[in-house]
């Protein structure tokens, strides 16, 4: 990947015109309001006929559509542009490309991470609009207290494997920095194998993997640097598996994630990565699944309206106490977009106790491994997100699609 370029940012002054005006009021807007996220390519116009525009941006979790009614130039024409920008080839059509624009706005300096894949219609891009950041320690991360106290507990280990789970844009990131930033001092070697290397942390060692290196090459690597912790970007393959473990039984505090619905589903994530259950059982110390959901403005937000099928469904899974206060959504005000300010996180914290580790040697069931799980006071993402909803953070339809398995 090439060097980012730096980009100074400037609001065209009036209706945009040329295609560097376009481009620019384009990402002006998705930094405005607040985007994560931005696509942009073609689409068959609804019931057919000839292709048009499609422009979204996801704002707090959701894909909005905008319009385009301001574009003149062609779709070819913007993503030559952005091609530029971000120093990509623009010849090459037919095959994925990645590059990152380094960016100076009226708001503030970011990075533009962007991803061009082909399709019939020439390519479409996507771009994550990754703003310049504090990491907040760990007690501002948003746990509960006990949760809390068990993470800290967890970073006083001298070795072992934690892995923290989510799908892409679950704030991993945030969560991994935060760690790692807690940990850091001179007396502590910290390195980690990271693509791309999204902040640079003091008293820590960034490997960035490329081309020519892997998750595997480096983990392997980092066992002859003399490291305390270690940060593997992704568990990818049975052979960066292979060595996060490694890595965990030989006297490292090791960091990584995976993809997976929750904190129990990284044990049969491991077990089909070819991990025998009795090394997952010895090395994997603690599992972090987390969400991001939609948090409300309190300025604006209303009291909830909810059926009393719905009020049971949500009792029977976490009790509801007389001060609770179900919100939702208000018209929108100053303070807010649309009703909602910003996202929060939910967690859900697996400690692997000697029963929890136990069972996992014994290839136990998810559900016997979930009622061990239980028993040891390990809170759901469902009673986590319910804990949001009846403090009044969270509306009920961010999080319902987490209640549906109960």
Do not use: W
């Amino acid at each position: 990947m090439a060097t980012p370029s730096v980009y100074q940012l400037v609001p065209p002054r009036a209706r945009p015109t040329n295609v560097q005006e376009i481009v620019d009021f384009i990402l002006i807007n998705a930094i405005r309001t607040k985007a994560s996220d931005l696509h942009f390519g073609l689409s068959a116009a609804p019931g057919g006929g000839a292709l048009t525009y499609l422009l979204r941006f996801r704002v707090h979790g959701k894909l909005q559509p905008v319009k385009t009614d301001f574009i003149g130039q062609s779709h070819k024409e913007i993503l030559t542009r952005l091609k530029v920008l971000a120093n990509i080839s623009t010849t090459e059509i037919g095959v994925p490309q990645d590059g990152q624009i380094a960016m100076n706005t009226p708001e503030g300096s970011l990075v533009l991470r962007l991803s061009f894949v082909p399709n019939p219609e020439g390519e479409e891009v996507v771009i994550r609009l990754q703003r310049a950041q504090k990491i907040p320690p760990p007690e501002q991360l948003g746990m509960t207290g006990d949760m809390l106290k068990s993470i800290q507990t967890l970073l006083q280990q001298k070795s072992g494997m934690i892995v923290i789970n989510g799908p892409a844009g679950s704030g991993k990131t945030t969560t991994i920095y935060s760690l790692l930033t807690a940990l850091s001092s001179p007396e502590r070697k910290i390195v980690t194998a990271e693509d791309p290397i999204e902040l640079r942390l003091p008293y820590v060692s960034h490997t960035a993997v490329g081309k020519n290196t892997s998750f595997a090459q480096l983990s392997k690597a980092f066992m002859r640097q003399d490291a305390d912790v270690i940060f593997i970007g992704e568990v990818r393959d049975p052979e960066s598996a292979e060595a996060a473990v490694q890595l965990a039984q030989t006297g490292h505090l090791v960091f990584t994630t995976l993809h997976t619905r929750d904190a129990l589903g990284v044990v049969p994530r491991l077990e089909a990565f070819g991990i025998h259950p009795n090394f997952i059982a010895s090395s994997l110390i603690g599992s972090l699944a987390q969400r991001l959901v939609s948090r409300l403005c309190p300025k604006c937000r209303v009291p909830a309206t909810l059926d009393d099928a719905t009020l049971l469904h949500m009792k029977t899974i976490l009790p509801m106490s007389p001060a609770a206060k179900v919100m939702q959504a208000g018209p929108g005000c100053q303070e807010c977009i649309g009703g909602y300010q910003g996202r929060m996180p939910v967690y859900e914290l697996l400690t692997v106790t000697p029963p929890i580790s136990d069972l996992i040697n014994r290839r136990a069931s998810q559900k016997d491994l979930a009622e061990a799980a239980r028993d040891s006071g390990m809170l759901t993402l469902a009673q986590e997100a319910l804990i949001r909803v009846y403090s009044g953070q969270v509306e009920y339809s961010a999080v319902k699609g987490y209640l549906s398995n109960y």
